[in-house]
C-alpha cells in the first residue's frame, strides 16, 4: 500500500466521524489545524469523499496578509525611521556618526523615511530633530496587530505592501456538509463481478461502484505531419489546382546524359565536376540509354542544328554514360519530354501541363542554410505559341497562391533556357525584394532532337522547398 494511502484513510475517518456529530466544517484549514493532520490530506479526502457523495463540498478562497522577512524584523526591533529619530540627540550629531549605528541599506531606508514624514533636518554640518517627540512607531504597531491576525485600514496595508513589509497569502480550502451517501465509514464497493462473488452469493450483499459511460477513453498517441511535409502537401495541391499533372520522380539515381547532356549543357560545365556533383563508384555507368536520341544529341553538341551552332568540341559518349545523384528534377523534366515526344510520333500532338517535388543531390559544404540534399520544385507547361509573357502569367498565378503577389523578374543564363529570368518576391518582414525562384524557356537545342515539333515550346520554373 502506497504511504499515502493510510494518511488518506485517517483523513477521511476524522472528516466522516465529525460529521457524524457536527452538521457541517466551515473551514478545513482550521479543522485540519484541531486535528493536527495535514491539510493537503484532508483537502485530498474531502475531493474524494465529494465524489462519492458522501460529502457535499465548496471551495472556499481565504485572503491573510503575512509579514515579509524585512518586516518581521521592523515588528521586533522597530521601523529605522524611529530608531534614526531616537539616535538623534537634542544637539545633534553628524551625518558620519549617525550612519555608524546602522547597516549601509537601514540607513538609507531610515533617511528617506524620516524625511519624508519631516522628523529630521539633515544640515550640511548636523543631522536634527525637526520634532521634538515620536508618540509612537506607528509601522511597528501595524506589523504587530498583522502578526496578531488583527484588521488594519486599506489606506494602512496599501503603505506597507508599498514598502514591501507584507505579502498577500491565498489559501483554498473547503467547506463540508454531509451527502446524500453519508455514513461514519466509508462502505468498500466492488468495481467487478468475479466468478467468486457468483458462487458464493456474497455478490448479493456488496455495493457497486457505479460506471461512468459519459467518461472518455485514453487518448491514443498519434504522429503529426512535418512542417516540410505540410509546406510540400500545400504546393502539390497548388500545382493539382491549376491542372497540372505529377511527374514520376522515383530515380535518386541518373546518368549524366539525362540529367546534363540531354538539357544541352555541356560536358565541360563547372557543375559536371566532381567538387558539385555525387558520382557512383558502383554501378558507375549506365547501360540503357536511347541510341538514336544520343547520336542527335552528340550532334548538336558538337555541330549544333536548328540554326545553332552548338558548342563545338569533341562530346564523349563515356563522360554521358556516368552514374549520379541528380542535382535537379529538371533530369526528371527531360525524360518526360522525350517521351511526350515519342508519343507525338504515334498520335497528334497534345498540350500538357507537368510538375514534380522530389530530392535533388549536390556536393556542397554544409552549413545553417545549405545540405548535400534538399527539395527541389518543378513546374512546366508544354504548349504550342507559348512566350515569355506566358510564362510570366503563370508565375504571378501560382505565386499568388502562396500568398505573394509582389514579384519582379530578372534577365538570367542557364544553358538550357533562353531566355532565362530569376523569380524575386516582396518580403515584408526583410522590407526588400528577395530571390525566391529561376524561370525560363527551354531551348530548342534541348527540345528538337527530342522529336517534338518545331512549333513547340516549353514554359518552366523551379525552386527549392527549404532553401
Not at 503603505?159 to 491565498?170: N, W
Not at 477513453?217 to 503529426?224: I, K, Q, V, W
Not at 569533341?314 to 541528380?326: F, M, Q, V
Not at 505573394?404 to 522590407?431: Q, R
Amino acid at each position: 500500500m502506497a504511504d499515502s494511502d493510510p494518511k488518506r484513510a485517517k483523513a477521511e475517518e476524522a472528516v466522516l466521524g465529525y460529521l457524524e456529530n457536527d452538521d457541517d466544517i466551515p473551514d478545513s484549514h482550521l479543522f485540519a489545524a484541531q486535528a493536527k493532520l495535514n491539510h493537503d490530506d484532508i483537502a485530498n479526502a474531502i475531493k474524494s469523499l465529494t465524489g462519492h457523495r458522501y460529502v457535499d463540498s465548496q471551495e472556499i478562497t481565504k485572503e491573510t496578509w503575512l509579514l515579509t522577512e524585512e518586516g518581521k524584523t521592523y515588528a521586533v526591533h522597530g521601523s529605522p525611521e524611529v530608531r534614526l529619530f531616537l539616535s538623534i540627540p537634542q544637539e545633534g550629531i553628524t551625518k558620519d556618526e549617525l550612519q555608524k549605528k546602522f547597516d549601509a541599506s537601514i540607513f538609507k531606508i531610515a533617511c528617506a523615511q524620516a524625511a519624508k514624514n519631516k522628523w529630521v533636518d539633515f544640515g550640511k554640518q548636523l543631522v536634527t530633530r525637526k520634532i521634538q517627540h515620536v508618540d509612537n512607531d506607528k509601522v511597528q504597531t501595524l506589523l504587530l496587530r498583522i502578526q496578531d491576525a488583527k484588521d488594519i485600514s486599506q489606506d494602512d496595508i496599501k503603505a506597507l505592501t508599498k514598502r514591501k513589509l507584507i505579502s498577500l497569502q491565498v489559501k483554498k480550502g473547503f467547506s463540508v456538509r454531509r451527502g446524500p451517501n453519508y455514513a461514519p465509514q466509508r462502505k468498500k464497493v466492488a468495481t467487478d463481478l468475479t466468478r467468486d462473488m457468483l458462487q458464493s452469493g456474497d455478490w448479493k450483499d456488496l455495493e457497486y461502484k457505479d460506471f461512468n459511460l459519459n467518461a472518455k477513453g485514453a487518448s491514443t498517441e498519434r504522429g503529426c505531419l512535418h512542417p516540410l511535409l505540410k509546406v510540400r502537401k500545400q504546393l502539390k495541391d497548388i500545382f493539382l489546382q491549376m491542372g497540372f499533372g505529377e511527374m514520376s520522380t522515383n530515380n535518386y539515381v541518373e546518368s549524366s546524359f539525362w540529367n546534363f547532356d540531354a538539357l544541352f549543357q555541356p560536358q565541360q560545365h563547372p557543375a559536371r565536376d566532381s567538387h558539385d556533383t555525387f558520382f557512383l563508384k558502383v554501378p558507375s555507368t549506365t547501360k540503357e540509354l536511347p541510341e538514336d536520341y544520343v547520336e542527335r544529341v552528340k550532334r548538336i553538341h558538337e555541330s549544333g542544328g536548328h540554326q545553332s551552332r552548338g558548342y563545338g568540341y569533341d562530346w564523349k559518349r563515356e563522360e554521358a554514360d556516368k552514374n549520379l545523384l541528380r542535382t535537379h528534377t529538371t533530369a526528371v523534366s527531360s525524360r518526360m519530354l522525350y517521351k511526350l515526344a515519342q508519343d507525338c510520333a504515334q498520335k497528334p500532338f497534345a498540350p500538357k501541363k507537368y510538375f514534380s517535388i522530389d530530392r535533388v543531390f549536390r556536393n556542397e559544404a554544409v552549413d545553417r542554410t545549405h545540405l548535400a540534399e534538399f527539395h527541389q520544385i518543378e513546374g512546366l507547361i508544354c504548349d504550342r505559341g507559348l512566350t515569355l509573357g506566358d510564362l510570366i502569367g503563370v508565375l504571378q498565378d501560382f505565386f499568388s497562391r502562396l500568398g505573394m503577389s509582389d514579384l519582379k523578374f530578372k534577365p538570367a543564363y542557364n544553358p538550357y533556357t533562353e531566355p532565362s529570368m530569376e523569380i524575386f518576391g516582396y518580403h515584408k518582414g526583410f522590407g526588400k525584394y528577395v530571390e525566391i525562384g529561376n524561370s525560363g524557356m527551354f531551348r530548342p537545342e534541348m527540345l528538337l532532337p527530342m522529336g517534338l515539333p518545331e512549333d513547340v515550346s516549353v514554359i518552366a520554373w523551379g525552386l527549392s522547398l527549404e532553401r
